[in-house]
Nanobody, 119 residues
Framework: QLVESGGGSVQAGGSLTLSCTAP????????MSWYRQAAGKRREWVSN???????NYTDSVKGRFAISQDNSKNSLYLRMNSLKPEDTAMYYC????????????????WGQGTQVTVS
């Protein structure tokens, strides 16, 4: 039910905005997160958005990435600035209808991912 888009190839220092369409999910009651998984590595939590509007980021993206939502469009976004080669990964949107932690195990709903490549 979650569908990501907006990935692509970009040069280092560039920007991308990822979108996640989440029909049926109310951001006022659901925990939403972005994760990423680089080739050969474990899935890594990137950022989350809580129902109260609070946001959190993993240290490596603080100051460069921004998570946001538009409830009227059932969409979650991840604005990524100053991209680095180490940001190269498949990016996933995840949703939980209950309280979730940073652990991927606490999210029941996942998109198929969108690839981001930074060179």
């Amino acid at each position: 039910q979650l569908v990501e888009s907006g990935g692509g190839s970009v040069q280092a220092g560039g920007s991308l905005t990822l979108s996640c369409t989440a029909p049926g999910f109310d951001f006022k009651t659901c925990d939403m997160s972005w994760y990423r998984q680089a080739a050969g590595k474990r899935r890594e939590w990137v950022s989350n958005l809580k129902p109260d509007g609070s946001t959190n980021y993993t240290d490596s993206v603080k100051g460069r990435f921004a998570i946001s939502q538009d409830n009227s469009k059932n969409s979650l976004y991840l604005r990524m600035n100053s991209l680095k080669p180490e940001d190269t990964a498949m990016y996933y949107c995840a949703a939980s209808r209950g309280v979730a932690s940073f652990s991927a195990m606490t999210y029941a709903y996942w998109g198929q991912g969108t690839q981001v490549t930074v060179s």
